[in-house]
């Protein structure tokens, strides 16, 4: 099909009904399929001398780099965290490991819950540091002894009670089933009270880079015990892992610790909502992949972060990440400017498959009303002549007629149509010389 070239009015129209498809494309994606995602983000981390702050701090300058704003709120631990995320107070959260799994409702799917794990961060060891006490065959030793287990509201405390009640000194609820006492302390200043021998013993769930655990760690007169249920604790509690700090790997000069130390471990989640915006996601696995990428006393370069023993559903920005690598575009472009060309590409996409019918249909259109307008004249003529054969017309109805052919010729000569209908207008146009002919005679 021969399209016909347009009409000043037909461009005009035509491009105002691109222009306004544009718009509106662009309105839409912009609004519901790709919105500019926030400048500004809230994260729940933990006490200002804890690991989790010291890590939201690191993540805070890698997002400042990126043109975003993170806000840090420091809490009592993972499980404020874990109330914060789960009431949409906060865009992010490291959470302890076992947390996720004990909060989940076990008579819901996993994915009903609306956050999702971008993946775990870091070992999180059960250090448990006395002066004295051997507990390497268990922590029945502690009975009788005043032993500091976190701050109230903690996880740090809730999984220090699960592992109390496990070996008899303390019941499901935390009340003492002997003479242990347990104190609500925790961090540096659980540290603190330990090495004053204010305690017995310290029971602390952190990240080795936390403050407290390097005090203790690097103090001759702390013992750290070394347990040897370890492997029989990870199978009862599937949250718990085994883990190993090596000997001298502290200090090897002090050879600090002086034997392989058995540990049971936590692992740190990087938490988030379901349907924080997806560019946002990825910036914080960067920030994640920048900050704990880096070897430990217990983990070796680039075990972490990992989609491995999540607590909660691995969110879909991480499982492409871990499985794909990042987005071709954020590997090599600044974060704003690949964020802004993949809307453009998703918008332009769109707005394509909407133009091209439309560049298709609106030509043939014109073209259909173009030969409409003279096909309407042609039956005009039609009707004219044959009634012109029918009948003899009288004087009024000669000059009626002709009248009519003269305003047909007129509008014919004042429209403007495409080249391509040239033999079309010539032709209506000898048909109106011929019916006026027959008419004169």
């Given at each position: 099909m021969v399209?016909?070239?347009l009409t000043p009015r037909q461009r005009l129209l035509l491009a105002v009904t691109i222009v306004s498809l544009v718009v509106f494309g662009a309105w839409a994606i912009i609004k519901f399929v790709s919105p500019d995602p926030p400048r500004r983000l809230s994260m729940s981390t933990g006490s200002a001398d804890g690991a989790y702050h010291q890590f939201g701090l690191k993540y805070q300058q890698i997002l400042k780099r990126n043109g975003i704003t993170l806000d840090l709120l420091p809490s009592s631990g993972s499980v404020e965290n874990l109330k914060r995320l789960n009431e949409g107070a906060v865009s992010a959260g490291l959470v302890q490991g076992g947390l996720g799994f004990l909060s989940l409702d076990p008579q819901k799917e996993a994915d009903e819950t609306i956050l999702r794990?971008?993946?775990?961060?870091?070992?999180?060891?059960?250090?448990?540091?006395?002066?004295?006490?051997?507990?390497?065959?268990?922590?029945?030793?502690?009975?009788?002894?005043?032993?500091?287990?976190?701050i109230a509201g903690s996880g740090n405390r809730k999984l220090a009670i699960e592992l109390l009640a496990t070996y008899g000194l303390v019941n499901s609820a935390g009340l003492s089933l002997g003479n242990t006492l347990l104190i609500d302390a925790g961090g540096?200043?659980?540290?603190?009270?330990?090495?004053?021998?204010?305690?017995?013993?310290?029971?602390?769930?952190?990240?080795?880079?936390?403050?407290?655990?390097?005090?203790?760690?690097?103090?001759?007169?702390?013992?750290?015990?070394?347990?040897?249920?370890?492997?029989?604790?990870?199978?009862r509690f599937p949250y718990f892992q085994p883990v190993s700090l090596k000997r001298g790997s502290v200090d090897p000069e002090q050879n600090i610790p002086a034997r392989d130390v058995q540990l049971l471990a936590t692992t740190a989640n990087l938490v988030i909502p379901d349907g924080l915006h997806p560019a946002l996601a990825y910036l914080l696995l960067e920030a994640a992949q920048q900050t704990h990428g880096q070897p430990s006393l217990l983990n070796r370069p680039g075990e972490f972060p990992s989609p491995k023993a999540t607590d909660f559903p691995l969110a879909e920005e991480a499982d492409r990440d871990f499985k794909n690598g990042r987005p071709f575009l954020q590997r090599y472009l600044p974060f704003w400017l690949a964020n802004f060309v993949q809307r453009l590409i998703l918008m332009l996409i769109p707005l394509v498959a909407i133009l091209v019918p439309v560049f298709k249909v609106l030509p043939a259109l014109f073209e259909w009303k173009e030969k409409n307008r003279l096909f309407r004249r042609y039956g005009e003529l039609k009707f004219l002549e044959k009634d012109l054969t029918a009948r003899t017309y009288s004087a009024e109805e000669k000059v009626s007629a002709l009248a009519r052919l003269d305003a047909i010729e007129t509008e014919i000569g004042k429209t403007r149509f495409p080249l391509d209908f040239s033999d079309r207008v010539y032709t209506l146009r000898q048909h109106v010389d011929y019916v006026r002919s027959r008419l004169e005679r």
């Open positions: 399209i016909p070239a794990s971008l993946a775990t961060v870091a070992y999180e060891p059960v250090w448990i540091f006395s002066h004295t006490l051997d507990l390497s065959k268990g922590l029945s030793a502690l009975r009788g002894k005043q032993v500091a287990v976190g540096v200043s659980a540290a603190d009270k330990l090495v004053q021998r204010e305690l017995d013993a310290v029971i602390m769930v952190a990240a080795p880079q936390a403050a407290a655990v390097k005090q203790l760690l690097e103090n001759p007169t702390i013992r750290l015990a070394s347990l040897d249920h370890v492997e029989g604790l990870a199978r």
